[in-house]
Structures are given as structure tokens and as C-alpha cells.
């Protein structure tokens, strides 16, 4: 999948406006735009332009079920949208070091148990579509 990752040591993590930071440890931004060909004929090779974005993020978290962590906050987004944010570190913002946002992006499944004996109980979240936008206000 083409796109670009994006994750430093950002100071805020925070999904439908909760801050989720402190039990994020991975996070992976694809910003893609879908391929739509567009081969006449005649030519000799497959051509494209394109299309709709389809953008997806991925979050490691570690599992924890209290009010404000991340079961409870993402439990109820199961099949809904929500907003995503993603700040460098306060000050930081750039051109070439942005907020990341993505407005509209759906949770379609949340695991809701996985570990192993002797580890912290982590998870890998993914949320799929939305429109993205970068903010270089500090």
C-alpha cells in the first residue's frame, strides 16, 4: 500500500477528543489516494490517475479497561466515525513536522483481549477512511 508513515514522539495521541497517549506505543499513518486507471487504446502500458483517498491508521495500545482508557473510549466507537489527532511536540509544529488529523475516520472491530503469558496486554487498533488534513499552528 503507498502512502506515507508518520510517528516521532508525539506529545498528544487523542481519539474522539480523549487522550490516549500514555497507552499508545505504535502508530502507523498510510494517506493514500485509491489508483483509478485510465488505459486507452493504443498505449502499451497501464496508466492511472487519482482516485478517492483511503486513508488508514494503525495504534498499538496497551490494553486497559478503566474509565478514560482504551476499551472505554473505544469500545462505543465500534461502527461509528470519529476524529483523530496526532501533535508533535508542543512548539513543533512545522511544515515538515504538522498535527495530523483525520476527520471521519471509521472503527469497524476492536479486539478486546490479547496477551500471553509474562507481557502486557496490547492490542492493534486500525481505522480505516476520513479526510485527512495537517496543521502547522503552533
Known amino acids: 500500500m503507498a502512502g506515507t508513515t508518520y510517528l516521532a514522539n508525539p506529545a498528544l495521541v487523542e481519539i474522539n477528543s480523549v487522550d490516549l ?3 499508545c506505543t505504535a502508530a502507523t499513518y498510510t494517506y493514500q489516494k485509491e ?5 486507452a487504446f493504443g498505449q502499451t502500458a497501464r496508466t492511472y490517475v487519482a482516485g478517492l483517498e483511503n486513508n488508514e491508521i494503525t495504534f ?3 490494553l486497559a479497561y478503566a474509565a478514560g482508557d482504551v476499551y472505554a473510549t473505544l469500545q462505543p466507537l465500534v461502527g461509528t ?4 489527532k496526532i501533535k508533535p ?8 513536522n504538522p498535527i495530523q488529523i483525520l476527520t471521519g475516520a471509521y ?13 502486557l496486554s496490547s492490542v492493534d487498533v486500525t481505522f480505516q477512511g476520513g ?4 496543521d502547522v499552528t503552533p
Open 89 to 96: 511536540s508542543s512548539g513543533n509544529e512545522s511544515a515538515t
Open 35 to 39: 489508483a483509478l486507471e485510465n488505459t
Open 81 to 84: 466515525t470519529t476524529t483523530i
Open 60 to 62: 498499538t495500545f496497551y
Open 107 to 119: 472503527l469497524a472491530s476492536l479486539p478486546v483481549f490479547s496477551g500471553s503469558v509474562g507481557e
Open 131 to 134: 479526510t485527512w488534513s495537517a
Open 21 to 23: 497517549t500514555d497507552l
